[in-house]
């Protein structure tokens, strides 16, 4: 079993920078990590992704503002958000991929507002 645990979402002012991290634990290593999120009355929508080979994978929306980093050994996954913008406020996931089971964290909240 694997558990990822968020952290890193707050209040933001439009401009400014977050760093969102995510945690995994258990013993099954993660081929995939990345982030979804969510706004509210909108689907979920991939932000970005990252292979075990570090193979990243963005939104089109983020693409410049966002950088997806991670840990193989520790297997954590951060996202650094700069030049946040009123668009990206939702709740942000982390997942984990492996094989054909897809784990989620509880999600952390983002909001871009001044």
């Known amino acids: 079993q694997v558990q990822l645990v968020e952290s890193g979402g707050g209040l933001v002012q439009p401009g400014g920078s977050l760093r969102l991290s995510c945690a995994a634990s258990g013993s099954i290593f993660l081929d995939a990590m990345g982030w979804y999120r969510q706004a509210p009355g909108k689907q979920r929508e991939l932000v970005a992704s990252?292979?075990?080979?570090?193979?990243?994978n963005y939104a089109d929306s983020v693409k410049g503002r966002f950088t997806i980093s991670r840990d193989n050994a520790k297997q954590t996954v951060n996202l650094q958000i700069n030049s946040l913008k009123p668009e990206d406020t939702a709740v942000y996931y982390c997942?984990?991929?492996?094989?054909?089971?897809?784990?989620w964290g509880q999600g952390t909240q983002v909001t871009v507002s001044s």
């Open positions: 997942y984990g991929a492996a094989l054909t089971k897809t784990y």
């Open positions: 990252i292979t075990g080979e570090g193979i990243t």
